[in-house]
């Protein structure tokens, strides 16, 4: 039980960063300094228009994040399922 909840606050967290680095990001959580002071971590996020800014790869912003998204989500899967034991199937009869 204790595993399925770090698992789920893991992938939780993962979901909201990722939601953090994207376009979609509409919250002021902190001053204009940045997070902890580092300007990197700008309060209106998208972050990923702007590391992608200047490059071949800005007009395909979504794209990348949605791939991403999907890849990170898929390991967190594979660890998870590495992690956990599965039931052997037990007889009946």
Same mark, same amino acid.
């Given at each position: ?8 606050? *893991?992938?939780?967290? *993962? &979901? *909201? @960063?990722?939601?953090? #680095?994207?376009?979609? @990001? +509409?919250?002021? $959580?902190? +001053?204009? +300094? &940045? *997070?902890?002071? #580092? ?11 702007? @590391?992608?800014?200047? %490059? +071949?790869?800005?007009p395909?912003? $979504? $794209?990348? @994040? !949605? !791939?991403?998204?999907? $890849?990170?989500?898929? #390991? ?7 992690? %956990?034991? %599965?039931?052997?199937?037990h007889?009946d009869?």
């Open positions: 039980m204790i595993r399925r909840i770090l698992f789920l606050s *893991l992938t939780a967290l *993962l &979901g *909201l @960063w990722f939601y953090y #680095i994207s376009r979609f @990001w +509409d919250f002021r $959580l902190w +001053d204009r +300094d &940045g *997070l902890f002071g #580092i300007e990197a971590l700008r309060p209106q996020g998208g972050l990923l228009a702007r @590391w992608l800014r200047g %490059t +071949d790869f800005a395909y912003e $979504l $794209l990348i @994040w !949605v !791939v991403a998204f999907f $890849l990170a989500l898929s #390991i967190l899967q594979k660890i998870f399922d590495f992690f %956990t034991p %599965t039931e052997e199937p007889d009869g």
